[in-house]
């Protein structure tokens, strides 16, 4: 059974390494990968669209306000001249012309319309900022996730040369008659082990490198550049609390939102405004007819007002108070939220620092213990058991010190995030 048990172990490196696909990733820094992704997101495209139909509507808006000019003709055919009293009043063939300038002097609506539309597009402009942000934060995570799985690979890879030595130690010391066949069993059963968690963190790997990539919108999956310093550094927390109040894309949108919303509630009363509108232009006609010559001028002034609709205004009032307050309460609430926010990513940054000093003091002592242990074991003063147990314990530890020390990460980018300094927008 020894034979076979050394076989199957070769053979699982050798199908792993040739099941391996070539998967290059280009590597990026991490600026370059947030700005690439709210830059070529689709998210963020879309918010670009919808920025661009609000200045379609701002010029909508604005045509209604100037004056418009038309030309028209028309060719009429009757069976008959038409008399009146002898004199063709309408002869059987007539050609028609005029212009048409039409001016807006008094548009109070359209005048409330078109500083709305001011408005919309400015809630446009701040939510895609804020898709932006939000597009950025999540190109900064899954980036910090590329760096976490690229250490836990390097800790995996170097649990298992661990246990390979251990493994191939255990069986020289059985071939030399020293030991028993138990203890090369259960080496190469911790050995199995690790060399299947290299291949599971190998394929967590490829499948944050490849949201990374979707993020970016490529058909390819990005690496990472391994700097030392990923994150630029803390800001003191009054400094947070006024950039964020101040600098956060969500909030910025949440305010535009609510000088939207008091616009159209302050607007309400141009609807019952009189409209004034002039029309004239110059006309052709051939032939003439008794009431109409063959060329001149007409002009006209239209008066509206407005006087009763059911209650229509009204209703659209109310509706415009509620908007006002829903956008209030919204903006109230995502201040409460973003000073919530930096507390909570401030207190976490501190147990962070501790947990990781904690953890990477963990590390240090059980890589120790491992030597200690694979020292008694070759001079024979312990067993298999505990090096194997050491071996686990140390992988765990370096584990749990890549773990620690990625939410220390996380929870410092938590707190730029929450301050609106990152992303730069």
């Not at 996380?410 to 301050?419: E, G």
Request: with cysteine; proline share 4%; net charge neutral.
């Amino acid at each position: 059974m020894r034979q076979p048990l050394r076989c199957y172990t070769l053979y699982a490196l050798i199908c792993g390494v040739a099941a391996t696909p070539v998967w290059a990733a280009q590597p990026l820094s991490l600026d370059d990968a947030v700005n690439l992704a709210m830059r070529r997101n689709v998210a963020a495209r879309l918010a670009q669209h919808d920025v661009q139909r609000a200045r379609a509507a701002v010029q909508t808006a604005r045509a209604a306000l100037l004056p418009s000019l038309g030309l028209q003709a028309a060719y009429i055919r009757l069976d008959n001249d038409r008399l009146v009293s002898g004199r063709v009043a309408l002869a059987d063939n007539q050609v028609l012309g005029n212009v048409n300038l039409t001016l807006p002097l008094v548009q109070p609506v359209a005048w409330g319309t078109l500083t709305e539309e001011h408005g919309a597009h400015r809630v446009a402009q701040q939510s895609l900022r804020e898709t932006r942000r939000q597009v950025g934060i999540a190109a900064a995570q899954t980036y910090l996730a590329v760096v976490t799985q690229w250490r836990l690979l390097d800790a995996a890879k170097h649990a298992r040369d661990t246990a390979r030595a251990h493994f191939e130690f255990a069986g020289e010391r059985f071939g030399g008659g020293v030991g028993n066949r138990l203890d090369v069993l259960r080496a190469d059963e911790e050995y199995a082990g690790s060399e299947a968690l290299v291949q599971r963190t190998w394929l967590a790997l490829k499948q944050v490198q490849e949201a990374l990539g979707v993020l970016i919108d490529a058909d390819a999956p990005y690496d990472i550049e391994l700097v030392w310093n990923l994150l630029p550094p803390l800001p003191l927390p009054e400094q947070a609390q006024r950039e964020a109040e101040r600098g956060r894309a969500n909030l910025a949108q949440r305010r535009a939102e609510l000088t939207l919303t008091q616009l159209r509630l302050d607007h309400f009363s141009r609807r019952f405004w009189p409209t004034l509108t002039l029309t004239g232009g110059p006309f052709y006609q051939q032939p003439p007819t008794l009431t109409v010559p063959r060329h001149g001028y007409q002009a006209q002034i239209n008066l509206s007002l407005p006087l009763f609709d059911g209650g229509l205004r009204y209703a659209e009032r109310h509706a415009n108070q509620a908007a006002v307050a829903q956008a209030r309460s919204r903006l109230e609430y995502g201040l409460q939220q973003a000073r919530s926010e930096l507390r909570v990513a401030f207190a976490a940054v501190e147990r962070a620092h501790r947990a990781l000093t904690a953890s990477q003091r963990g590390e240090q002592s059980a890589a120790l213990a491992i030597e200690l242990t694979q020292e008694a074991y070759k001079r024979g003063s312990t067993d298999n058991l505990e090096v194997i147990d050491a071996e686990r314990r140390g992988r765990d530890a370096a584990t749990a010190a890549i773990g620690a020390e990625d939410a220390l990460h996380r929870a410092h980018l938590d707190v730029l995030i929450a301050a609106g300094i990152f992303p730069v927008l």
